[in-house]
């Protein structure tokens, strides 16, 4: 089955500076890649998320780019504030199979301000 | 729209005991799926429901087991519970009609075995 690699497992930057996630996946079958946050005591969401037609997409601060070939996709968040603190999750899955998604582990960003 | 509901919101039980989950997904959705969350372990894929058939699964136990009804409505039952099981348990709907959709999800029931 698919298998999905986060990292890092934390993160802790300014305010102000940019964090990258990354992930990889094993399934070259997996064709949708989204990412979520989940605040403390709070449901996941999803913040941004890439099909495998596209190699980058942006919202604001917020983009993701996807290397198909290395199976590898990205999150970037630029000018980073304190509420951006949270648990980031990627994930990917296979179109027909949407229910179905294989999660990375998460990584803990902490913003100081 | 309301959005995915799960109940209750938290549970205690005692080893060996079992329990049963209960999810509402989204208007529309047909499809339900369920994970299970565990600190630095992140959400662990348990099954998927649509049309009231599992359609996936994950490698979770057999005490681990669900249903779906004709309203789409889950359920999530474990069977003889373990310390281990304490998680928090998430339950996302998504809308089949749509290829690469994202999986909306509720707010969890917390799961506590003691």
């Known amino acids: 089955g698919e298998n999905v690699e986060q990292h890092p497992s934390t993160l802790s930057v300014q305010e102000g500076d940019s964090a990258v996630i990354k992930c990889t996946y094993s399934d070259s079958a997996s064709n949708y890649f989204p990412w979520y946050k989940q605040e403390l005591g709070k449901r996941p969401q999803l913040i941004i998320d890439i099909r495998s037609n596209v190699g980058e997409k942006k919202d604001q601060r917020i983009a993701v780019t996807l290397n198909k070939t290395a199976k590898h996709f990205s999150l970037h968040i630029t000018e980073t504030q304190p509420e951006d603190s949270a648990v980031y999750f990627c994930a990917a899955s296979i179109g027909t199979n949407a229910g179905k998604s294989t999660f990375g582990d998460g990584t803990t960003l902490t913003v100081k301000p | 729209k309301a959005g995915v509901t799960q109940t209750p919101r938290y549970l205690i039980k005692t080893r060996g005991q079992q329990v049963t989950l209960s999810c509402s997904p989204i208007s529309g959705h047909r499809s339900v799926s369920w994970y299970q969350q565990t600190p630095g372990q992140g959400l662990q894929f348990l099954f998927e429901?649509?049309?009231?058939?599992?359609?996936n699964k994950g490698n979770f136990p057999g005490r681990f087991s669900g249903r779906q009804f004709s309203n789409s409505r889950s359920e999530m039952n474990v069977s003889t519970l373990e310390l281990g099981d304490s998680a928090l348990y998430l339950c996302?709907?998504?809308?089949?009609?749509?290829?690469?959709?994202?999986?909306?999800f509720g707010q969890g029931t917390r799961l506590t075995v003691v």
């Open positions: 429901y649509f049309s009231e058939t599992q359609r």
């Open positions: 996302a709907s998504t809308d089949p009609g749509r290829m690469n959709t994202e999986a909306f």
